[in-house]
């Protein structure tokens, strides 16, 4: 576990009026018809978001590489699983 500090107040709220504004566009993005790239373009946004909350809150930013494999295996998995079922939606 990393004995570094852990933020500031100032950094937290930053990173929460960020994710704030990332749903708020995550909103207005749904309304725009962008086709096939609505999916994208949640993803993206989510994947941010996500980003944000796993570097800061989850304090995974000062982490030794070891905590980064586990936390990024299981994300190779989903993106197989994603990719897998885009692609045979993709197809039918």
């Not at 030794?64 to 897998?84: E, K, Q, S, T, Y």
């Amino acid at each position: 576990m990393s004995h570094g500090s852990t933020g500031s107040r100032r950094t937290y709220f930053a990173v929460f009026a960020a994710l704030l504004l990332l749903t708020v566009v995550t909103v207005l993005v749904s309304y725009v018809d962008l086709g096939l790239l609505n999916v994208v373009v949640a993803l993206l946004i989510a994947s941010v978001k996500a980003s944000l909350v796993a570097l800061f809150f989850m304090h995974l930013k000062g982490e030794n590489r070891l905590v980064w494999g586990f936390a990024l295996v299981p994300i190779f998995f989903l993106a197989l699983i994603l990719l897998g079922t885009l692609t045979d939606t993709m197809l039918r």
